[in-house]
């Protein structure tokens, strides 16, 4: 067990701030002390100031991080005495001073938080005391699946037999799962559980992967509907336990009461539909505790998660994984043509086919589905190609499509455009669909961290949801998206951080004005920037800132069921609508504008330099006081990272007023109109002043070598630790030898000081 005082926690890896093609990690939230009652138990939070500052400060702090982590006693210490938050109390006081002596244990700590949960029963206790499962490698839950897994345990110690936990895609619900069915199956509370899912990939992967210490022995998936008894975790897809044949649904050869649990992933799927086949499974199981995993909860008149589970016990949003950086944020590309407000044929105009096409005028909501313009088609993955050129060809890449048709047309065009690398590569791009047996086959390549084809893959519905995209980079919506659910579901498949591969953010192109949808109130994670290109602009945003059921028992994906034939297209009502397929249309791009979202999730309207005049003027109330703080600041990089957590791009900025030009130029130039200088031009002003000249030869070339250094890459290069250790540096002598040319190490650290106040002349 590990330690119940554990000092200096950080339970956040820092928002991943980007700007332009850079990125940096903004600071992650700390906390001074965690008090556990166990591990993975947090009972109280203390954080110690010291004895100069009241003993109260740093409760506000405090009570945050306790909010975020869900601990219910609060306390701060000078290291005199301490303050006491009792976030269980509903009467009388909240908070008092405590001596040391009067410090309350873990026990009793403990006791008064089950009183308020009201789990008093023995058998209570037991279930929300278990341990969590340990291995070797020391791995354990992060702060907000430990909250999942903990509110989910009590409520099934206080009798909840329908819980929900909502949590963005990329945030582990299955490794969440695994720690919820461990502990409640080491109790011995639920013995025999079942996990159901939506895709066979899933049901291995969960098998072999976060489920693998149960043991092979006690686990077993459920194929081809034969069911065996002997085991106590099954492993099922919710149609390999349905059948439209009454006599074939499998799931009633095991008798209501077998299951003590069933989990239910991706529960938005179709669990909570009244229609649904598979919503009888749940209804035959019901005595068991049913426990729906989803990033999505569906509300609507139809369907509705909340009418069956209730309230989730816990929700983790996108955009909290996104500030927390722990999900990778994005960038938007608003791509506008000279069609999508509207095209009318000329009278008795004849589609490709023969077919003479219906006078009306059509939209983006027609396009594709009932009209295909080849030259509206050529245009987008002109476009997409065009991106990837400028970025990374090898980016992983999904283009979402209308219906099959188009996925297979699209990929046609991006092929044509791509062909220098289809002509080595022939699975350069792919289409991804429920037909194609070959795409399919293509699809474990795709999902391979480790594969680098295919690249692209053009896809309608098969790969919203339930598919591990780890390093898709980029994501095209030519597809009329209206779903907040089937958004975010999207927008999922780029939210996976590999840092160590370089995937840190992910861009999506939007065509079809989909991504409107952050202006819905029930969209919770915005973008980092939303750029629309001008037609003479690069695509690439500024540095400012099935027709058959897939084989193996796959869920049917109901937007693939469409025709590959011309002309028909089947849009699941009992009418045929005609699909006409036009050319020589001419279309081209138009824009609008380029928008920012803020670091407050708002949406800035204003130009990107008054945006940041404003946030640079919060926080300096003049040039005077910014000249104080960045002279007394021993690592401009944090103050930079901290301009940057309040909404100050620097690198968005450098590229309106200059690639040379400093941090404190920028700042001084954008918020309090000083003249801007270069890098150079500061370098150049201080050789002039020759000030080296009261140093040895040998402390001279190092003051030299470091001059040059800023010139070239900026002031936060020659603060770094290792710069003696750099080139040209470790050629003049070693870093002992060089510390030595100043005397002693404070000394070598007052030169590299009074050079900073040359470079600003502030000194």
Known sequence: MKRQVREEVSFTDGRIIVQGKLYTRGKSKRADYILYYKSNQPIAIIEAKDNKKPVGSGMQQALE???????????TSNGDSFVFHDRTATEGALEQELSLENFPSPEQLWDKYLRYTEIETPEAKEIIETDYFVDDSGMSPRYYQQNAVNRTLEAVAKGQDRIILVMATGTGKT???????????????????????????????TKNGDFSPFGNDIMHIIKNRKIDKSYQIYFALYQGLTSNDEEKNAYKEFSPDFFDLVVIDECHRGSAAEASAWRDVLTYFKSATHVGLTATPKETKDVSNMEYFGEPVYTYSLKQGIEDGFLA??????????????????????DKYGNEIKDRIYNLKDYDKTLAIDERTEVVAKKITEYLKATDRFAKTIVFCTDIDHANRMRQALINENADIVAKHWNYCVKITGDD?????????????????????TTSKMLTTGIDTK?????????????????????????RIREAEGKVYFTIMDFRKATNIFAR??????????????????VVPPDEEDTAQPDNGEPPNQDDFKPTKPNINIDGSEDVVKKYYVNDVPVSIIHERVQYYGNDGKLITESLKDYSKKNIEK?????????????????????????AEHGVLLEALREDVGKDLDDFDLICHIAFDQPALTRQERANKVRKRNYFTKYSETAQKV?????????????????????LKVQPLNQIGSAVELVRAFGKKKDFEQAIKDLENEIYNIA
């Open 703 to 723: 003051l030299n070598s470091l001059l040059d250094k800023y010139e070239q890459e900026g002031i936060t290069s020659i603060e770094q630790g290792s710069i």
């Open 175 to 205: 490794y969440t799962a695994f720690n919820i069915i461990w502990r409640l199956w080491k109790t011995g509370v639920k013995k025999r559980i079942l996990f159901l899912a939506d895709r066979n990939a899933l049901l291995t992967q």
């Open 619 to 643: 926080e300096f109330s003049s040039l005077d006081d910014f000249l104080q703080k960045w002279n007394a600041s021993d690592k401009k990089e944090e103050l930079i990272r901290e301009l």
């Open 471 to 495: 390093m898709v980079k980029f994501i095209v919506l030519e597809s009329n998206i209206q779903s907040v659910t089937e958004f975010k579901q999207i927008i999922g498949r780029g939210t």
């Open 437 to 457: 047996e070959v795409g399919k086959q293509e699809l474990d390549n795709f999902t391979d961290v480790e594969e680098r084809f295919p690249v692209i893959a």
């Open 65 to 75: 991080y306790s909010e975020i982590l869900q601990i219910p006693f609060v306390f």
């Open 329 to 350: 944020p994005y960038k938007v590309v608003r791509i506008t043509t000279s069609v999508d407000d509207g095209w009318r044929p000329t009278a008795g105009l004849l």
């Open 521 to 538: 109130p029930d969209f919770d994670g915005d973008p980092v920037q939303i750029y629309e290109p001008k037609p003479d602009e690069p």
